[in-house]
């Protein structure tokens, strides 16, 4: 089938059969937004698709067992150079608040109550409010920015475990009280590092210290596991 496909043809086919679903990201305090355009012709939506791609906008074309048809446009870069190009009667003000989220420009919060608003006015079919709560008060990039952080400190975490197991495991290889030698010996290390070494279980909390004398007029520094 071929169709005459343009901005314009595109916008009101998406003003009418089309809408922007909204979810929450697992772990994160972000939304994920994604248009869809669903259509029992195939050849319509995969001639859309092919507009599209020529402006450079990935979309996903989905065949459900009804007979239904969906365009789907998730990647958030793409998502915002397709609400860019629509001109919208219907979801003007529903394309206009995921831009301005897409951009970090409003919170979650404050797309969740404009589409609540919207769903009220009957140009929703659904209300993501009602699934997701005020519970997103940061925009875009905060609310990415915190979820790197959160992995970050996760993974610093999951590090400093690791260093900890490695580093009792040396701490029990030895004898229960040791000195630098023994640490060289054992471990296999030069005596720098064996100092380096037995001064880190002692921070860790592993091991405690003290000085032996060593006659005529020396201190040798011995370590004991705690």
């Not at 989220?101 to 409010?129: A, D, I």
């Not at 997103?136 to 915190?146: E, K, N, S």
Request: with cysteine; glycine share 6%.
């Amino acid at each position: 089938m071929k169709q005459a496909i343009s901005w314009a043809y595109v916008s009101g086919f998406f003003d009418g059969e089309g809408g922007i679903t909204v979810t929450s990201r697992i772990l994160s305090n972000a939304l994920a937004l994604k248009a869809t355009v669903c259509q029992k012709s195939l050849g319509v939506i995969r001639a859309i698709r092919w507009f599209l791609s020529a402006f450079g906008i990935h979309s996903v074309v989905y065949t459900f067992k009804n007979g239904i048809n969906s365009l789907e446009v998730g990647r958030a870069d793409d998502l915002v150079r397709f609400l860019l190009h629509l001109k919208l009667v219907v979801k003007k003000r529903q394309a206009s608040t995921a831009l301005q989220y897409l951009e970090g420009k409003v919170s979650g919060n404050t797309l969740l109550k404009v589409y609540e608003q919207e769903y009220k006015k009957h140009k929703r079919k659904n209300n993501p409010l009602k699934n997701l709560g005020l519970r997103l008060p940061m925009t875009r990039f905060q609310a990415v920015a915190a979820a790197q952080a959160k992995s970050r400190r996760a993974r610093n975490i999951g590090i400093r475990r690791s260093f900890q197991v490695r580093l009792r495991a040396r701490v029990n290889a030895l004898p229960r009280t040791f000195a630098v030698k023994d640490i060289e010996r054992v471990i296999g290390v030069s005596k720098p590092r064996a100092q380096v070494l037995g001064n880190i279980m002692e921070r860790e909390g592993f091991v405690r210290s003290h000085f032996e004398k060593v006659p005529p007029r020396f201190r040798k520094k011995v370590f004991e596991r705690t």
